[in-house]
């Protein structure tokens, strides 16, 4: 059974930089285009970023681009989530999300078509 889980949220200023991971186990973490979607209590999942199965396309909400860098490493069956110039409006609980594609070329921003889900990590931050 494939799990995911997040780690790295806390809580931080205004400004500072933040390196969330999602750790993936139980199954080949390569054949999975991954993702990252937060959530605030009262609104829908919201997209971030997603990376295809190889790490050679990336694709960001526009809140995300230029301050957020998505990643991941096949051999360590994890990805990551670098978040610099953080900022209130970053606060939220962040999930990592998977499904399963070989396309190099298709993003998808929709979470309803993510198969999987972390439990999510909380980030916190202050002004």
């Known amino acids: 059974q494939v799990q995911l889980k997040e780690s790295g949220g806390g809580l931080v200023q205004a400004g500072d930089s933040l390196r969330l991971s999602c750790a993936v186990s139980?199954?080949?973490?390569?054949?999975?285009?991954m993702g990252w979607f937060r959530q605030t209590p009262g609104k829908e999942r919201e997209f971030v970023a997603t990376i295809v199965w190889n790490g050679n396309g990336k694709s960001y909400a526009d809140p995300a681009r230029g301050r957020f860098t998505i990643s991941r490493d096949n051999d360590k069956n994890t990805l990551y989530l670098q978040m610099d110039r953080l900022g209130p409006q970053d606060t939220a609980v962040y999930y990592c999300?998977?499904?399963?594609?070989?396309?190099?070329?298709?993003?998808?921003?929709?979470?309803?078509?993510?198969?999987?889900w972390g439990q999510g990590t909380q980030v916190t931050v202050s002004s």
């Open positions: 999300a998977a499904r399963q594609s070989y396309s190099s070329t298709y993003y998808d921003t929709h979470a309803g078509d993510y198969e999987l």
């Open positions: 139980g199954g080949a973490f390569s054949m999975y285009a």
